[in-house]
């Protein structure tokens, strides 16, 4: 799998994945404030299990924004599942599951249980993310 920094350097988003495959992402800041969460108010949160994503979106569209967030071209690039899987078969598996299966989780009702989180949609991740890469 290509270098994804370098990638997008050179205007694609390569992704081993269809461009309308829909992905749900979390960023680690989010998980970083969802587990501090947790630990204040263990009482709470004792024997559940939460599962958590900020936000879902398609390659196409994850190009779309960062085309906007970069304020340059970036075109979705799907990486052909095969030459992932020469690199690692687990990483290819992965990333079939998440195209055929995927991940269920209940973005908007997290947002309304947790706004303590401050989740991160897909832009706001990307523009914290992404303008020391390309200055």
């Known amino acids: 799998m290509p270098d994804s920094l370098a990638a997008l350097r050179d ?3 390569a992704v081993p994945m269809s461009p309308d495959a829909s992905l749900q992402q979390v960023p680690m800041a989010d998980i970083v404030n969802f587990v501090a969460l947790v630990l204040e108010d263990r009482d709470r949160f004792g024997g559940t299990r ?3 994503a900020s936000d879902e979106l398609t390659g196409s569209d ?3 924004v960062l085309s906007e967030v970069l304020e340059r071209r970036i075109e979705f690039a799907a990486v052909p599942r ?7 078969d687990a990483l290819a ?3 079939e599951w998440f195209e055929d299966v995927g991940f269920s ?3 908007n009702s997290l947002r309304r249980d947790f706004p303590q989180v401050g989740w991160h949609d897909y832009s706001a991740w990307a523009r914290e993310q992404y303008p020391a890469a390309f200055s």
């Open 11 to 13: 205007g694609a988003l």
């Open 50 to 52: 939460i599962e958590i």
């Open 62 to 64: 994850a190009a779309r």
């Open 82 to 88: 095969e030459q992932l899987r020469q690199q690692s």
């Open 93 to 95: 598996s992965m990333f």
């Open 105 to 107: 989780v209940d973005i």
